[in-house]
Every structure is written in C-alpha cells, then in structure tokens.
T-cell receptor
Framework: GENVEQHPSTLSVQEGDSAVIKCTYS??????FPWYKQELGKGPQLIID?????GEKKDQRIAVTLNKTAKHFSLHITETQPEDSAVYFC????????????FGSGTRLQVQP | DVKVTQSSRYLVKRTGEKVFLECVQD?????MFWYRQDPGLGLRLIYF???????EKGDIPEGYSVSREKKERFSLILESASTNQTSMYLC??????????????FGDGTRLSIL
C-alpha cells in the first residue's frame, strides 16, 4: 500500500521567515495531494491541495510543489506569522484501489514572534 | 459549511468496556472515515464507509468495529476497550471522489482515555 513520509517532525522559525515541509510517497498511482493544518483542540483543516497534472499551486502565502518523477511534494509558507503555528499533515490519495487518504506523520511548526 | 460533529470531546472508560464513538455529518456525504491520531504516527485509518451499511477496513482495524445505519452517522465501536486504545479519534467525511477528489472534512476529535 501507499506510504507517506514527512519531514521534519518539528520546525521552529522566526516570524517573517519562510517554512518548508517535505513529503515523499511510494505509490506512483497516487494523484491527489492535500495539506491539512491542525490547530490546538481542533480537527485538521484543508489548506491547499494539488493534483498530479499540476507542478505547483499557490494561495497567497502558501504554495505546494509536486515532483512526480521523484515522488515528493512540499509545502512552502512565506512571511510566517504566529497564527501559522500548528501541526501540518501531508497526505496522498489515489482514485483506484482503496480510495482513502494516507497521511504523513505530521510537522509541528512553531513561529517565534 | 460542512459540519462534522463528534458526540464527545473527552471520554474516560475502563478496560473491558464496550465503547461507542459517534459521528454525524450534515452535508449528505457518501464517504465517512475514522482515524486514530497518536504523536509521531500521524493519522492512521481505522475503518471507512462508502455508503450506508458498507464498511472497509483501514490500516489498523483490530479491536474496532463500525456501524453505518444512516448516511449521516458513522459509529466507531471498541468491542472490549484496552489501555493501548487510549488516543485521539477523528471522524471525517467527503463526497464520492469521482474525478474531483473531494477533500475530507474533519470533526474536532474525541480524546479517549482507557483506564
């Protein structure tokens, strides 16, 4: 089955700096890659996603890149703010077989004011 | 806005008890999921359901069962609770993927402690 590895497990940056979280996946059939943000006491919320026919997607300060050949995708947050502090999860999905998301292990991002 | 509601935020039960975790979604989603979240392990899929009365095993189904009698409700059952089932449990729902790969919407979780 699919396996998703996520790094780093914790990341501390100064306010205004950029943060990058990286994920690799194992199954070349995966074709949808969402990123979720989980704030304290809340469930994960989708913040951005990318499909396998696209190499990059941006939404204001957040961007995701996908390299299908290398089977890795990354989340980039620019001009970080304290409210970006949360746990971030990447996931991979394929619409054949099991048709369920496989999640990475999560990255705890701390933005220092 | 999609709302996924988990009946309890915190639950404390004893070893050997039968435990029910309830989840309700209000957007007529076909798919519903139960995950378990543990530090350093991310979200692991326990069971999921594509339709009423249908269920599929996820990655860690042992010790759990599920019930989906109505489209909006998906229950997770711990048949005989054990201390290693102490965890955060998250419910999610989504539309049938089709070609659009609809995102999953999560509830806020139930933190379950088994003593």
């Amino acid at each position: 089955g699919e396996n998703v590895e996520q790094h780093p497990s914790t990341l501390s940056v100064q306010e205004g700096d950029s943060a990058v979280i990286k994920c690799t996946y194992s199954d070349s059939a995966s074709n949808y890659f969402p990123w979720y943000k989980q704030e304290l006491g809340k469930g994960p919320q989708l913040i951005i996603d990318i499909r396998s026919n696209v190499g990059e997607k941006k939404d204001q300060r957040i961007a995701v890149t996908l390299n299908k050949t290398a089977k890795h995708f990354s989340l980039h947050i620019t001009e970080t703010q304290p409210e970006d502090s949360a746990v971030y999860f990447c996931a991979a999905y394929q619409d054949t077989g099991r048709r369920a998301l496989t999640f990475g292990s999560g990255t705890r991002l701390q933005v220092q004011p | 806005d999609v709302k996924v509601t988990q009946s309890s935020r915190y639950l404390v039960k004893r070893t050997g008890e039968k435990v029910f975790l309830e989840c309700v979604q209000d957007m007529d989603h076909e798919n519903m999921f139960w995950y378990r979240q543990d530090p350093g392990l991310g979200l692991r899929l326990i069971y999921f359901s594509y339709d009423v009365k249908m269920k599929e095993k996820g990655d860690i189904p042992e010790g759990y069962s599920v019930s989906r009698e109505k489209k909006e409700r998906f229950s997770l059952i711990l048949e005989s609770a054990s201390t290693n089932q102490t965890s955060m449990y998250l419910c999610a729902s989504s539309l049938w993927p089709g070609l659009n790969n609809q995102p999953q919407h999560f509830g806020d979780g139930t933190r379950l402690s088994i003593l």
